[in-house]
């Protein structure tokens, strides 16, 4: 479970900002937060703002950390650290980018963070909280001072296998050291769909579909979406060819329509046939099943790409919900649907913006738990007329 994600000096992002899971002193939507001993955690949180006021660019950021945490034992000794900084600053592009996340695996919490420049980590640490109380497993400064307080003669050999441009987590993780591999297996467990990565929905070539049980469940999902798709089916020869890369050609929608004389027939469409709205929905709810009966993480950007609102919410909703969501997965997306921004739909706590400063152009994130407002106010009206801020402003003329 996620709990907090900060992150300084990456893309338009000049200085830290953070995004907190913690839920707040809000009482209202009870069944919308994961209790883990004395706090509450939120399920989902949606990230409004203006188009390039850096919305896109927090996930980027998360995706850059878990990206990185999961390959940087590959790296080559000397190869560039291929991260972004803040460009509008003459001091920052030589600065280190930051990146920190919270969490908890196994029932522990963990404290996890790094900083990058484009040569090397500069600084990395792990802490956890095995008996409630903090404990080290390493640090690491000026990229060759570590410190260890457990396993020190293990951990000294692992620092050796470490570059200067290689997170020691993935090194020690990818030597099955015990104390990191619950960490890296939280990361492994983020699904993440931005314009950098797309999550893997149904497993390579679909083989996930091949399961009727598994497949079932999946056309029940679209079949409450309302598409007139009533089955599917796998094929098993070869797949039709398709100029369309975001489809799948092995997989066939079986539809049910009625003739002028009321008589039922069944066709089939290949999936390549389909809407882009059908195909958008159709890989996502593989991504949200994964999620959900898996308890993980769930990072979307545009999630409501090429859906309807109604869709949209009904997603959020299963989240959010304790039926369909029991085992505490959590979902952080972007959005431009101002459908959302209702309290009967989301907490405040849930709600957050991003807004690019005018004169600084970097990018800021707050919630709107930021502001006072009534438990009946009109968010949505609220946040069209600019009372959050975190919307363009449309200068006149062409």
């Not at 600065?95 to 029932?107: D, K, L, Y």
């Not at 709205?277 to 090429?306: C, P, R, W």
């Not at 502001?371 to 363009?392: H, M, N, Q, T």
Request: proline share 3%; charged share 25%; with cysteine.
């Amino acid at each position: 479970m996620l709990i907090q994600f900060s992150v300084e000096n990456y893309l338009s992002i000049k200085d830290k900002i953070v995004l907190s899971m913690l839920a707040s002193r809000d009482t209202e939507h009870p069944e919308y937060l994961i209790v883990d001993g004395n706090k509450n955690h939120l399920k989902s949180t949606v990230i409004y703002g203006a188009n390039a006021s850096g919305k896109s660019n927090v996930l980027n950021a998360f995706w850059f950390m878990v990206n990185y945490v999961l390959t940087s034992h590959n790296q080559q000794v000397h190869k560039a650290i291929e991260r972004s900084p803040f460009k509008f600053d003459r001091e920052t592009p030589t600065r280190p980018s930051s990146f920190e996340v919270i969490f908890t695996a196994n029932g522990i919490r963990y404290v996890y963070g790094f900083s990058v420049t484009d040569k090397a980590v500069v600084e990395e640490y792990l802490y956890y909280y095995p008996n409630g109380r903090q404990a080290l497993i390493f640090e690491r400064k000026d990229t060759t001072d570590f410190r260890f307080t457990v396993d020190v003669e293990e951990q000294n050999t692992l620092k050796e296998r470490t570059s200067a441009n290689k997170l020691y987590l993935s090194v020690a993780s990818n030597w099955s050291y015990s104390k990191v591999v619950p960490v890296l297996e939280w990361f492994a467990s983020c699904q993440i769909i931005t314009k950098h990565s797309v999550a893997d929905a149904y497993g390579l070539e679909a083989e996930q579909l091949k399961d009727d049980d598994y497949r079932r469940v999946i056309a029940s999902m679209l079949r409450i979406a309302d598409f007139g798709i009533q089955s599917l089916q796998v094929r098993d020869s070869d797949p039709i060819p398709s100029l369309r890369g975001d489809a799948f050609p092995n997989i066939e929608a079986v539809h049910t329509v009625q003739d002028t004389d009321g008589n039922a027939s069944s066709y089939t469409l290949n999936m390549t046939e389909e809407s882009d709205g059908t195909n958008s929905y159709f890989k996502l709810i593989g991504v949200v099943k994964k999620a959900l009966d898996q308890g993980t993480l769930l990072v979307a950007d545009e999630m409501d790409a090429h859906l309807h609102p109604l869709l949209t919410k009904h997603l959020v909703s299963l989240f959010n919900s304790t039926e369909f969501n029991p085992n505490g997965a959590q979902l952080i997306f972007t959005s431009h649907n101002t459908n959302l921004l209702d309290l009967d739909v989301l907490r405040r706590d849930q709600i957050w913006f991003t807004e690019k400063d005018e004169q600084t152009a970097a990018t800021d994130l707050f919630s709107l738990y930021d502001f006072s407002i009534r438990k009946d106010a009109k968010v949505e009206k609220g946040y069209l007329i600019g009372r959050y801020g975190a919307i363009p402003f449309i200068k006149g003329g062409l």
